[in-house]
Every structure is written in structure tokens, then in C-alpha cells.
């Protein structure tokens, strides 16, 4: 028997999609005034997939959707939720998850979107995990999906050269043995708005940001936001791993939202984790929000970095403030 909790759910399938458009650190010095060595040293970003006009955040899902229930050997109808980590859906309603219900055909699952920001991916796993948990479902499909680059201000060279457009997709269904999510935690603290939002289509009415109503666009105060990253993805990853009844030293992978190499490196150091144990993939994608961690794990598997019987660890940290971590074993 495996050291750890026993798992109550599990992922049994992945999916990706994202656009074919490159956009290369050479092209943004094209745009505003920064420079390759900047951004790849203080991101390690190269470059990032950006949206056509005419592709929706849903024409994503539904592939990356497709390509999970494929190999999680599942179909579509018997699939009895959906929930989307996004910020970015198609509409204001209905919910972009149930766009991608009707064109999947999972006609026996409630579909609904979580706003969480770059955590949303992981707020939907513990989503999944309870619902299996409380035997209220069995198969779940959970999303993380993002268009970040179409509410992105292409002037602010302190955004623009860090998002990229993408989504990924995972089957999680009961676990049946000790390979599954040991353990999920989610959390919040409101106090920080101001440090990273966007405005655009929200109903505020009243205080600063009612300033701002009518912009569209991402703001963020990085550097602040980089210092509560890396507190908090250090306790976050630490309590999912005392959670799931491990110690760092257990984990194979850390696979932590692709926002910045420097987060992801001091995180990894405060774990006492090599970065030989660190999946990146942010040099090829930048910053995809909640298709981040989705992206990172599929890649891990389809190399053949995470393999079965191997523990991940994987945390996250965005807008909200949100954060969440995970440990699974594959
Ligand atoms: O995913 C959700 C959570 N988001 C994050 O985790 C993002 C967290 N923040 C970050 O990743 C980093 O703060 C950034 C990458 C956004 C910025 O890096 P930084 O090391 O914090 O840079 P900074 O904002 O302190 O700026 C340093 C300098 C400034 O110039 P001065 O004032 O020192 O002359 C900036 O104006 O770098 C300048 N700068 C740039 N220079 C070239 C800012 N952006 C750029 C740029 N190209 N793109």
C-alpha cells in the first residue's frame, strides 16, 4: 500500500486546446518598449498562443473536452457535471459550460462556470471531488479555460507580454485504488482587489472602481502580486501535502500555475524541491490563467515526465485573491 490518504476521485482523462497564432517576444518589442532578455528573465516566457477573432473560449473547450473523454474512455452522457474555471467565457450568460454541454452531448450533466480567476481550474477540481465525494456524482468533466489576450491592453508592457490564450479539460471519476487526488484545497481572501482585476462587463457602481467602468482590460500591480504569490503557494502547498498525509520529499512533480519562473523557482526552493522535480512548460504558452495547470499536467503526461504511480503536487495562486493546491497520484 502506498504511503498517503486514500484518493476519492481520480483523473482518468486530459484534453488541450488552444490557437495555432504564435506571438513571439520578438513581436511585442514590435508593440511596446521591452525586449526579449527582459521578458525572459524576468518571466521565462518565449512566447504565447493568441486567440483569432472569431474563436471563442467554448470552441476551445469542447476540443480539449473531446480529447479527455477519448481517453478517459467515457461518453459524453455519462458525464453527470461540467464545471469551467473561467473568466473569460463566450457570454455573459448563459454559462460557457453549458455551451459546451449541448455540443459534447452530455445531456445527463448540470453544467455551471466558476469565477475564480487563475485558480479556477483547481476550484473546479475540488468541485469534482466533493460532488464524488458526497456521492452526488460520478463522472465529472472540470475545465480551466481562458482568452485572457482580448481583455489584455496591448500599451501596458507590465501585462501584455505575460498572457496567453488556452484551455484544457479533465475527466475525474472514483477512484478505485490509491492512485487519485489525495488531497484538494481552495481559498480566498478579498482584501487585495485592487492589485488585480478587470472591470468589464461588472456591475460596480460605486468606489474606485466605477472610475474605471467601460475598460475592458486586465490591471495588476505585479510586483505586489508577486510577493503574495509566492507566500501563499509556499503555505498552500504545504497544507495540500500535510493533507494528503505526505511529506515534500514524496512528491515527484511540483506542476504549479505557469505565471512566472521566478514564483514557481522560489516556491520550489521554500519546499526544498529541486527544480529537476519542476514542470514548466510558461517558456511556450505564458501565462494561461486557469488552462495553466491542465496544460502543465498533460504535457507532464504525454512526455512521459509524470508517470503512473508518480505524486504531483500542484498549486496555484491568482485575482481575488484565490489560491488552491493539489496532490494526485497518477
Ligand atoms: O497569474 C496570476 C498572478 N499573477 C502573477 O503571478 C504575476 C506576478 N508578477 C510578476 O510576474 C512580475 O511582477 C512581473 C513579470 C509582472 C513584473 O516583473 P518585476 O520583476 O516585478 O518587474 P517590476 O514591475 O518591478 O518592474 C521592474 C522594471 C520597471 O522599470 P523601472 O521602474 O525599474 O525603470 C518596469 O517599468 O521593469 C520595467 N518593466 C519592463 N521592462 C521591459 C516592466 N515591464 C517591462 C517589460 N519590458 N515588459
Not at 483569432?52 to 473560449?57: A, D, F, L
Not at 479555460?145 to 489584455?152: M, S, Y
Not at 504569490?229 to 498525509?245: F, I, P, Q
Request: overall charge negative; glycine content about 10%.
Amino acid at each position: 500500500m502506498s504511503k498517503g490518504v486514500k484518493p476519492v476521485s481520480r483523473i482518468v482523462g486530459l484534453g488541450v486546446s488552444y490557437p495555432d497564432n504564435i506571438m513571439t517576444n520578438q513581436d511585442l518589442e514590435k508593440i511596446v518598449e521591452t525586449n526579449d532578455e527582459w521578458i525572459t528573465t524576468r518571466t521565462g516566457i518565449k512566447e504565447r498562443h493568441l486567440v483569432k477573432r472569431g474563436e471563442r473560449t467554448s470552441d476551445f473547450c469542447i476540443r480539449a473536452a473531446r480529447e479527455a473523454l477519448a481517453e478517459a474512455g467515457i461518453a459524453a452522457e455519462e458525464l453527470d457535471a461540467i464545471i469551467l474555471g473561467t473568466i473569460s467565457g463566450d457570454l455573459r450568460f448563459p454559462a460557457t459550460a453549458t455551451l459546451i454541454q449541448e455540443a459534447i452531448g452530455a445531456k445527463n450533466a448540470a453544467a455551471w462556470d466558476i469565477s475564480a480567476t487563475c485558480s479556477g481550474f483547481m476550484f473546479s477540481l475540488y468541485s469534482a471531488d466533493t460532488l464524488i465525494a458526497a456521492n452526488r456524482a460520478k463522472n465529472v468533466l472540470v475545465l480551466g479555460a481562458e482568452l485572457l489576450t482580448p481583455i489584455t491592453d496591448w500599451s501596458d508592457r507590465g501585462t501584455c507580454v505575460l498572457f496567453g490564450d488556452a484551455a484544457g479539460a479533465a475527466v475525474v471519476t472514483r477512484a478505485t485504488d490509491d492512485r487519485g487526488v489525495l488531497s484538494v484545497v481552495i481559498g480566498s481572501n478579498g482584501s487585495y482587489t485592487d492589485l488585480l482585476y478587470c472591470v468589464g462587463h461588472g456591475t460596480s457602481s460605486k468606489g474606485e472602481l466605477a472610475a474605471l467602468n467601460g475598460e475592458r482590460v486586465i490591471h495588476m500591480n505585479g510586483n505586489e502580486v508577486f510577493r503574495h504569490a509566492v507566500r501563499m503557494l509556499e503555505r498552500t502547498a504545504k497544507e495540500a501535502v500535510e493533507k494528503a498525509g505526505l511529506d515534500p520529499a514524496d512528491v515527484d512533480w511540483l506542476i504549479p500555475h505557469q505565471a512566472n519562473t521566478r514564483i514557481i523557482a522560489a516556491t520550489a526552493e521554500r519546499l526544498g524541491l529541486p527544480m529537476e522535480k519542476v514542470f514548466l512548460n510558461i517558456h511556450k504558452y505564458g501565462n494561461t490563467s486557469s488552462a495553466s495547470v491542465p496544460l502543465a499536467m498533460y504535457e507532464a503526461r504525454k512526455e512521459g515526465a509524470l508517470r503512473d504511480g508518480q505524486v504531483m503536487l500542484s498549486v496555484v495562486f491568482g485575482g481575488g485573491f484565490t489560491w488552491g493546491g493539489a496532490v494526485i497520484r497518477f
